[in-house]
């Protein structure tokens, strides 16, 4: 199983984008670390872009773009993440802003925007304010009605591309009172108001992603037509919190590409670097480094990977696994990023100058990577709707009445996914969870899959003791049934604990759903060389003790030094790199 559609096509941008280590190349390493230092918006990149075609696959092929499935969006911004993050962030934004007409819009709204969209023109979500953050529900930001449409006033802040944003989606309270029905969406076109009507706010110096704009925007009366309401009156936070469940899946890109270089600039420095009279990969702490970061970096691909096609297969769940891969990958690549830091020593440090060579992205790309947990709700928000949702998947878990399949369609690579349906998107998965309700079948079959092939019966006992680990998990859920505010520190541990035990089935549905009938797996796919590696690993962030899963971190390690020396990118699917890339 190497062979994946989105992948070639995540192939096919990769060549088109040149050699980053080239510092002729438009987007190379060079150009992106001299845009850091002046903090400068990466505008020739972006044009760049759009030349190539990557906004067509913001806009869903009904309103005239090329986004057939999500699972092709994923790789194609974490081919861009993987080069740098303040792009990814600063040109895939226009996914953010528009997507809320993609989930409520009419289609002629839709149409209009899509086009808009193709043609390069950059839309933003204006979401914050300076003295809420995250609690949209206190958003003083107001659009009174006129009898021309609607007439906006206050203050957003905080906004990615708040200033070079050509639209805004805008959330403003419509009703005084507020609430839940008291906010709507209103499509904002600066081009349609009046230039007294707003102002921008200058850009905000950030750690990571210095060249993005980050900034805000004071509406002072801004006077927009009656086309502009994005859905019903009213509507603005149910709207919102579904167009959510969409971008935290997509952010899993931007951490799967942020691990993909860190990764990669440890592995070349452990080729190359000499102690003792022995290269760094012959010791065996940064082996086990290294090893362990793969196992994470492969683990984290898998649950991206099954989480995106769930946005077509289990449209109706997706408030769960949306913000399962909301923490786990934003949350887990920091700590492999931290890790690969020790590895790589002073030169971790390292920006520019001479004989840095390819080590000065690798601080970049860390600073770049943090604000990644914070885009699109922070952890405590993600891990706080998977508590909120405690009682049903408890219920769902101990009556065994959660419907695998759609799930294991999600895992199934080889079948087409179904068009994607906004209107199934829920605020709660009232059915449950369709991956750990997977868990007991996927282990019969991994069972039968060892009697005739020795390798695997590691495997079975590391997805034995992650079942038995996921039963005890859901009964001490329950004792936080009931928690709606005010969410104890211990019922989090338990919300990513979960995580960790969702992971672990997407894990065994990838490699059990895609390896039927198989023979002569070559490659991360060999003896189930990634599975093994990467249950034990889960296990180990569980805090359990792992069974013996043989040379399963050595074999990983030496698959990932392969792809390095053979230019392909370290991933459960064949990808090959622009010579001198990541």
């Given at each position: ?106 289609d002629e709204q839709a149409s209009r925007l899509g086009a808009d969209v193709r043609a390069g023109v950059p839309v933003a979500l204006a979401l914050t304010e300076r003295a809420h953050g995250s609690d949209l529900l206190a958003g003083e ?50 081009r349609e108001l009046a230039p007294a009507a707003y102002r921008h706010l200058p850009k905000v110096p950030t750690h990571g992603i210095r060249g993005a704009d980050i900034s805000g925007i004071v509406l002072d009366g801004a006077q927009v ?351 090959g790199l622009v010579r001198g890339s990541v």
């Open positions: 199983m190497t062979e994946h559609s989105p992948y070639r096509l995540a192939e096919e941008l990769e060549h088109a984008l040149g050699d980053p280590t080239d510092a002729r190349t438009t987007f190379s390493y060079t150009t992106c670390l001299d845009l850091d230092a002046r903090e400068e918006f990466p505008a020739r990149i972006c044009r760049d872009l759009d030349a190539w075609g990557l906004p067509d696959y913001y806009v869903p092929v009904r309103h005239g773009g090329r986004l057939r499935d999500y699972e092709h969006a994923l790789q194609l911004v974490r081919t861009v993440a993987r080069r740098d993050l303040t792009v990814a962030v600063a040109h895939g934004k226009t996914y953010l802003g528009a997507v809320c007409v993609w989930v409520a819009g009419g930001v107001t659009a009174r009605r006129t009898d021309g449409g609607w007439r906006l006033h206050g203050e957003k802040w905080l906004i990615n591309n708040a200033t070079r944003g050509t639209l805004l989606s805008v959330l403003a309270r419509t009703d005084p009172a507020g609430g839940p029905r008291g906010f709507s969406v209103l499509l904002t076109d600066k037509g009656p086309h502009a309401l994005v859905g019903a009156e009213g509507t603005g936070i149910e709207t919102v919190l579904k167009a959510l469940q969409l971008t935290r899946t997509m952010c899993a890109s931007l951490s799967l590409g942020a691990a993909d270089h860190g990764l990669h600039i440890a592995l070349g420095f452990a080729r190359e670097r000499r102690l003792y009279g022995r290269s760094l990969t012959e010791l065996p702490q940064a082996r086990q480094v290294l090893a362990s970061a793969a196992a994470d970096v492969i683990a984290h691909e898998a649950l991206a990977l099954v989480a995106s096609r769930m946005v077509h297969t289990a449209t109706d769940e997706l408030s769960l696994i949306a913000a399962v891969t909301k923490y786990l990958l934003p949350t887990g690549t920091e700590d492999v990023l931290c890790a690969l830091g020790g590895v790589l020593g002073a030169r971790a440090f390292l920006v520019s100058g001479q004989g840095v060579g390819p080590y000065g992205m690798f601080q970049k790309v860390e600073r770049d990577h943090r604000i990644v947990g914070l885009f699109d709700g922070n952890t405590l928000v993600n891990l706080t709707a998977l508590v909120q949702q405690f009682r049903s998947l408890v219920r769902h878990w101990t009556r065994s009445t959660a419907d695998p399949a759609p799930a294991l369609a999600a895992c199934e690579l080889a079948v087409p996914l179904p068009e994607f349906e906004p209107t199934r998107l829920s605020l709660k998965a009232r059915g449950g969870s369709s991956l750990p309700a997977a868990l007991p079948g996927l282990i019969e079959e991994l069972r039968e899959q060892a009697a005739e092939q020795p390798a695997l019966k590691w495997a079975v006992d590391a997805a034995l003791r992650l079942l038995d680990v996921t039963d005890r998990l859901h009964d001490r859920m329950a004792g936080f049934a009931d928690v709606v505010a005010d969410v104890p520190e211990d019922a989090f541990e338990l919300a990513r604990h979960y995580c960790l035990c969702v992971t672990a089935a997407a894990c065994l549905g990838l490699w059990v759903c895609n390896t039927r009938g198989a023979a002569g797996q070559d490659g991360l796919w060999r003896d189930g060389v990634w599975l093994r590696a990467v249950l034990d690993r889960l296990l180990v962030r569980l805090g359990e003790e792992p069974p013996d899963t043989g040379a399963a971190y050595d074999e990983l390690l030496e698959e990932a030094l392969r792809a390095h020396e053979r230019g392909r990118l370290f991933s459960l699917l064949r990808l």
